[in-house]
């Protein structure tokens, strides 16, 4: 926990509940550490104390990203002291207003009427996709990953965390406005659990106008866009099923049209374990259990001492504790199904939320054709999943709606043109199925780009034999690469 604005006293901690009458005895006050953030350990406590002589509104939170989002958080407001020295100063005169940020404020992009521009777009969030407009401007859409695409033409543009896209932007709106450009993020609707609405904002000013040849008379002020709705996920499922190849002669096409080597079917969603390493525990949000995210009901743990990839190549005897990641969810069950979301004492998903940690891994041996069929699922929360593979590119076949059925939704693949990416858009109660050649030797870490969901275990390691050359062999790590044991010393 960390708190802004002060230094503290750290008194005491402990393990279990805090118990005034007991543990205040405990307490140092004869050398306390001078501390502003304060380690609370796993199920316990600990006591801090502060003199509130710093006036002013003081941010209070956790530092685990996955906490404070959620809200794990306050406002520490301590109050003027009787002198100036000790009374808050006045906001300068130049300070922006939190509700609108002005011209000379925003990013501002400035374009020439008639000229084309390139926009590159990167969602580096960590918790929602984005919706990307500019008002009274269209787009082109021409390459995502950096591969590209077959190109489209739309006025709103969904990227997701890790995923990029690239757009040309033709300044063909009239000259005289400046036209908001707009990030929405998208979440699901209730009954998931509900963020602030993030949106921010910029400006496209028009420059080098020939003023003589342009009626500027009501064309002033700030156009916005038109946004979809944040609760809106339908916009963003066929904006992705509208990406198709731009490389119909890629070299790998040929090996992903034809026979797959390896077939994966993985869920993707919430569960949890018991606390205290215990294997029998209350669930539906019980305190005795833990939320945790899996791929097919494994919840990724990262290993404590050895690093995958070196332990595997000196052929390390702790890589026997790394488990296979199972082709399979261990049992089938309505994925999809909407009364699975609420957590609650009794519900329906409390029976089929118990779960595991464990480091696993998936290995391919060298060039083997690779299926994945990614299912989101309601377990817990109904997000939609951005899967981003390491190391690879991977040919994105088909999406849709509901559980995935092989003899139906097989039909409808595309191996025509698909398109080449690194991360796919695993849609909100539905599937995405891929297609990759393993052709990398290496370990390479497939994963979940909300960091809610990579940060408890939506996550695997996928293995790559090497090849029959030289030039398709792990090469040895560097002679200077630091031990994982050594890192924690």
Same mark, same amino acid.
């Given at each position: 926990?960390?708190?802004?604005?002060?230094?503290?006293?750290?008194?005491?901690?402990?393990?279990?509940?805090?118990?005034?009458?007991?543990?205040?005895?405990?307490?140092?006050?004869?050398?306390? !550490?001078?501390?502003?953030?304060?380690?609370?350990?796993?199920?316990?406590?600990?006591?801090?104390?502060?003199?509130?002589?710093?006036?002013?509104?003081?941010?209070?939170?956790?530092?685990?990203?996955?906490?404070?989002? !959620?809200?794990?958080?306050?406002?520490?407001? @301590?109050?003027?002291? !009787?002198?100036?020295?000790?009374?808050?100063?006045?906001?300068?005169?130049?300070? *922006?207003?939190?509700?609108?940020?002005?011209?000379?404020?925003?990013?501002?992009?400035?374009?020439?009427?008639?000229?084309?521009?390139?926009?590159?777009? /990167?969602?580096?969030?960590?918790?929602?996709?984005?919706?990307?407009?500019?008002?009274? =401007?269209?787009?082109?859409?021409? &390459?995502? +990953?950096?591969?590209?695409?077959?190109?489209?033409?739309?006025? /709103?543009?969904?990227?997701?965390?890790?995923?990029?896209?690239?757009?040309?932007?033709?300044?063909?709106?009239?000259?005289?406005?400046?036209?908001?450009?707009?990030?929405?993020?998208?979440?699901?609707?209730?009954?998931?659990?509900?963020?602030?609405?993030?949106?921010?904002?910029?400006?496209?000013?028009?420059?080098?106008? #020939?003023? %003589?040849? /342009?009626?500027?008379?009501?064309?002033?002020?700030?156009?916005?866009?038109?946004? !979809?709705?944040?609760?809106? *996920?339908?916009?963003?499922?066929?904006?992705?099923?509208?990406?198709?190849?731009?490389?119909?002669?890629?070299?790998?096409?040929?090996?992903?049209?034809?026979?797959? +080597?390896?077939?994966?079917?993985?869920?993707?969603?919430?569960?949890?374990?018991?606390?205290?390493?215990?294997?029998?525990?209350?669930?539906?949000?019980?305190?005795?259990?833990?939320?945790?995210?899996?791929? #097919?009901?494994?919840?990724?743990?990262?290993?404590?001492?050895?690093?995958?990839?070196? &332990?595997?190549?000196?052929?390390?005897?702790?890589?026997?504790?790394?488990?296979?990641?199972?082709?399979?969810?261990?049992?089938?069950? #309505?994925?999809?199904?909407?009364?699975?979301?609420?957590?609650?004492?009794?519900?329906?998903?409390? %029976?089929?939320?118990?779960?595991?940690?464990? *480091?696993?891994?998936?290995?391919?041996?060298?060039?083997?054709?690779?299926?994945?069929?990614?299912?989101?699922?309601?377990?817990?929360?109904?997000?939609?999943?951005?899967?981003?593979?390491?190391?690879?590119?991977?040919?994105?076949?088909?999406?849709?709606?509901?559980?995935?059925?092989?003899?139906?939704?097989?039909?409808?693949?595309?191996?025509?043109? $698909? $398109? /080449?990416?690194?991360?796919?858009? @695993?849609?909100?109660?539905?599937?995405?199925?891929?297609?990759?050649?393993?052709?990398?030797?290496?370990?390479?870490?497939? =994963?979940?780009?909300?960091?809610?969901?990579?940060?408890?275990?939506?996550?695997?390691?996928?293995?790559?034999?090497?090849?029959?050359?030289?030039?398709?062999?792990?090469?040895?790590?560097? *002679?200077?690469?630091?031990?994982?044991?050594?890192?924690?010393?």
């Amino acid at each position: 926990m960390h708190l802004h604005g002060h230094d503290f006293f750290v008194l005491a901690q402990g393990h279990g509940n805090y118990d005034a009458a007991r543990d205040a005895r405990s307490y140092n006050l004869v050398d306390p !550490p001078v501390k502003n953030t304060v380690h609370v350990p796993r199920l316990g406590w600990a006591a801090i104390r502060f003199v509130a002589d710093n006036p002013g509104s003081w941010f209070l939170h956790c530092h685990f990203e996955y906490h404070i989002a !959620p809200g794990m958080a306050t406002v520490v407001v @301590v109050e003027n002291g !009787p002198t100036p020295e000790t009374t808050l100063p006045p906001p300068p005169t130049d300070l *922006t207003k939190c509700c609108f940020l002005g011209a000379e404020d925003s990013y501002v992009l400035e374009v020439e009427p008639g000229k084309t521009y390139l926009l590159r777009l /990167v969602n580096a969030a960590l918790y929602s996709e984005y919706y990307f407009k500019v008002a009274g =401007h269209s787009f082109t859409v021409v &390459a995502s +990953d950096a591969n590209y695409l077959t190109p489209f033409s739309t006025d /709103v543009v969904a990227v997701a965390p890790g995923e990029t896209m690239d757009v040309l932007m033709v300044a063909d709106a009239p000259p005289c406005r400046t036209y908001h450009m707009v990030a929405l993020a998208i979440e699901a609707p209730e009954p998931d659990p509900q963020l602030p609405l993030y949106l921010s904002r910029g400006l496209v000013r028009y420059k080098n106008i #020939n003023v %003589s040849g /342009v009626d500027c008379r009501g064309q002033q002020g700030a156009m916005m866009p038109e946004m !979809p709705d944040h609760h809106d *996920t339908t916009t963003t499922f066929y904006f992705h099923g509208n990406l198709t190849g731009g490389a119909p002669e890629h070299p790998l096409l040929p090996r992903v049209r034809g026979p797959v +080597d390896e077939r994966l079917y993985i869920t993707l969603g919430q569960g949890s374990v018991c606390r205290g390493n215990t294997t029998s525990c209350k669930r539906g949000g019980s305190s005795e259990s833990m939320l945790v995210a899996y791929m #097919n009901n494994v919840s990724f743990h990262l290993p404590d001492k050895v690093a995958l990839l070196e &332990a595997r190549y000196r052929g390390d005897a702790s890589l026997s504790t790394v488990e296979e990641l199972p082709s399979r969810p261990p049992r089938a069950f #309505n994925y999809t199904d909407p009364a699975l979301i609420p957590v609650a004492p009794g519900g329906k998903e409390e %029976s089929i939320e118990p779960t595991r940690k464990a *480091t696993t891994k998936r290995r391919f041996r060298y060039n083997a054709t690779v299926e994945v069929v990614f299912q989101s699922t309601a377990m817990m929360q109904s997000d939609s999943n951005p899967m981003h593979l390491h190391g690879h590119d991977f040919f994105v076949l088909a999406q849709g709606h509901g559980n995935y059925d092989a003899a139906r939704d097989a039909r409808s693949y595309n191996l025509v043109d $698909p $398109p /080449v990416k690194n991360t796919v858009h @695993v849609p909100r109660l539905g599937w995405a199925a891929i297609r990759f050649v393993a052709d990398n030797p290496g370990s390479w870490f497939l =994963h979940c780009h909300f960091e809610y969901h990579i940060a408890p275990g939506m996550a695997t390691v996928v293995v790559v034999d090497n090849g029959p050359t030289p030039e398709t062999t792990l090469p040895p790590p560097p *002679t200077d690469l630091p031990k994982c044991s050594k890192l924690q010393e």
